[in-house]
């Protein structure tokens, strides 16, 4: 334990403590004679207390300052606070040990008296200081309680998040919430108390306890439940007609974006069963710490994410780029209020304005690149390819090319499972992205390791269903869904970009990635949750509408290309693929003439020149004003969607 003498504080608070602390160590010194010798303490014992008194006491509030307890607020008792009080207690009685040792009766107490000394001084202390803080908290619970009304709350699941839930709801009467019973689904727990709190059985319990306790609320809290259980319980209080929140999620409390008392509503990634993920922190902060990081895109949804996540592994410095100004400026606030504004650098530039990203590479030379700046929405992209392409394809390949001149260690390109056997114009231009990286690594390999992630769509990002189902569903309806049978991978945006980094770590230089996806959730269901989750009935109040496919859309998404082979990695969540890549000199002809053709040529025409670059892209043409969907070229089927 690190040993400092008094820090600055005011001296009316360090005067009190220290003439508290002489009191009560005089009056144990007293006491611990007083037992000894029976309430009879001889001449000679009570001439050697008085010697004793004079050095033992001077030398125990030495001890007490130099572990900091006449610094310490007078309303504030804690766990480090009794460790502290408790060693330098010991440090004092195994000096008295060492006197008596030394020099025995009349200037050293006896063993008695010390081991007697130590716990009166012990629990003195430590009474004092708690009774303080009792008096605090009491102060406060009574003046917050008068301005706002508690509620009363049942907490599913006693465990140390509950526990934590229950002791701040607690002591914090300003957030209107008073925690009346647990229930929890160990059979352990059940007829004990946390907190003072009955533990009163499984949350099947809570629902006929409503009227008895008078409870007003369901708290969830249970971060790393099954998300099935999450839904039952969940059900269960949407029958009881009971309001239900829950805390953050696990993945949130542990990288401390968030505390347990921050509640929010059920969301639907607690219902899709994403499991946390534990990452290999020790070789991502190899990685990236003291390193010049760029992440273009960092005002988006994966961007941003990516930028909050790395920023905490302490790099030298995290440049944020992207083109939009209010989305910089918006991550950039956040990251400050994290105290990480010394090491971030706002950027506001387009990745293809040549002389803006020549600018940021000379003059900044990042040695991480986290490539995630792209045009995403499938439709949009299907009526103008050639803004796609010139983002998605040529402006990845411009930033890969500085890249590797300017020397980077890494570069790690944020793909799409929609780049698989692509039907669309975003998909196709996400692979042509794909196959750039591994032509420009196979050219050059032992300089910069380029290498490529795929995963499907992230939940509450801004081009995902999530958030227009949730629009749909606040209009009354309907909520509009493609096709009955359409599915899509989901995951959560902070597990999507912990998997990101991980997978830069991994890379030496080549591969593409795909983050293990889970299973294929069916639109219409998720749409069905969501309505559930909003308390209303699917198809009573709320109707589903199923509007057809559209453009460049599949029925399901891929894992895998043809030729692709599969490499395991030390991550269960994390698969590599290996494939042979073009030449170099033939993708770049190929991408100079698409420059030479993205003002000129009609859609279908851009759309063409893309199919003769990737034989796997089936393009959707305009004919007749009408859109027309090619045959699919044949596919292995055991490559597709939940089969690998």
């Known amino acids: 334990m690190k040993l400092q003498i008094f820090d600055y504080s005011p001296p009316v608070r360090v005067w009190l403590l220290f003439l508290l602390c002489s009191a009560e160590l005089t009056a144990s010194l007293w006491m611990a004679y007083e037992l000894r010798f029976d309430f009879v303490v001889p001449q000679a014992a009570q001439q050697e207390r008085l010697v004793v008194l004079l050095w033992l006491v001077p030398m125990q509030l030495i001890l007490l300052g130099l572990f900091q307890q006449f610094t310490a607020a007078l309303g504030y008792f804690s766990t480090p606070d009794l460790a502290r009080v408790f060693h330098a207690l010991t440090i004092g009685s195994a000096l008295a040990v060492l006197a008596w040792v030394v020099w025995g009766a ?111 609320e369901a708290v969830i809290a249970m971060p790393s439940a099954p998300a099935k259980r999450v839904g039952e319980i969940v059900r269960m209080m949407r029958a009881a007609n009971l309001p239900c929140r829950t805390i953050p999620s696990l993945d949130q409390l542990a990288i401390g974006q968030v505390r347990a008392n921050q509640l929010r509503n059920v969301e639907i990634q607690d219902l899709l069963g994403r499991e946390r993920v534990e990452l290999e922190t020790e070789n991502i902060r190899q990685v990236l710490q003291d390193r010049i990081v760029l992440v273009t895109g960092a005002g988006g949804s994966i961007g941003s994410e990516l930028c909050r996540q790395i920023a905490t592994y302490h790099p030298r410095q995290l440049l944020l780029l992207d083109r939009s100004e209010p989305h910089v400026f918006q991550i950039e606030q956040e990251l400050i209020g994290l105290d990480h504004g010394g090491r971030i650098v706002p950027l506001v530039g387009d990745i293809v304005d040549r ?260 034989p796997d892209y089936t393009p959707c043409l305009q004919s007749d004003n009408r859109i027309v969907q090619l045959p699919a070229k044949p596919v292995d089927q055991h490559r597709q969607a939940g089969s690998a």
Request: proline content about 6%.
């Open 355 to 614: 002389a803006r990203m020549e600018q940021v590479f000379s003059k900044y030379r990042p040695e991480v690149i986290f490539h995630a700046a792209a045009h995403k929405h499938v439709p949009m992209m299907e009526r103008q390819p050639g803004e796609a392409i010139k983002n998605n394809s040529l402006g990845t390949a411009l930033l890969a090319d500085l890249a590797l001149e300017f020397g980077a260690a890494r570069f790690t390109l944020i793909s799409s499972d929609k780049a698989i056997n692509p039907t669309s114009v975003m998909g196709v231009t996400k692979r042509l992205a794909e196959m750039y990286v591994q032509s420009l690594y196979a050219e050059h390999p032992g300089r910069t390791k380029f290498m490529a992630v795929r995963f499907g769509n992230v939940l509450g990002s801004s081009g995902s269903v999530i958030p227009l189902f949730h629009k749909q569903i606040s209009e009354g309806g309907p909520v509009k869904v493609t096709h009955p049978d359409m599915t899509r991978y989901f995951m959560t945006i902070p597990e999507a970009s912990m998997l990101v980094v991980q997978s830069a770590m991994q890379g030496t230089g080549g591969e593409i990635f795909v983050l293990d996806m889970g299973k294929p959730v069916r639109i219409v269901d998720l749409a069905r949750q969501m309505i559930e989750l909003s308390g209303l009935k699917p198809d009573e109040d709320i109707q589903i509408e199923f509007t057809g496919v559209r453009p460049g859309e599949k029925l399901f998404e891929e894992l895998s290309h043809t030729g692709e082979n599969f490499v395991p990695t030390t991550h269960p969540k994390i698969c590599r693929f290996i494939s042979n890549p073009v030449g170099l000199d033939q993708i770049c002809q190929k991408f100079e003439e698409l420059r030479a053709s993205l003002h000129q040529a009609d859609p279908d025409h851009l759309k063409r020149m893309l199919g003769d670059i990737v």
């Open 106 to 216: 009349g200037v050293a107490p006896p063993r008695g008296v010390i081991v007697l000394d130590f716990v009166f001084a012990l629990v003195g202390l430590t009474g004092v200081r708690l009774a303080m803080r009792t008096l605090r908290e009491s102060l406060v619970v009574s003046s917050e309680s008068k301005v706002r009304r508690h509620r009363r709350v049942g907490i599913i699941g006693a465990g140390n998040a509950g526990a934590v839930l229950a002791h701040e709801l607690s002591l914090k009467p300003g957030y209107g919430l008073q925690p009346v019973a647990f229930f929890d689904d160990n059979k352990t727990k059940w007829n004990s108390r946390v907190h003072g709190i009955p533990v009163l059985g499984p949350p099947e319990r809570l629902a006929e306890a409503c009227a008895k306790l008078e409870i007003q």
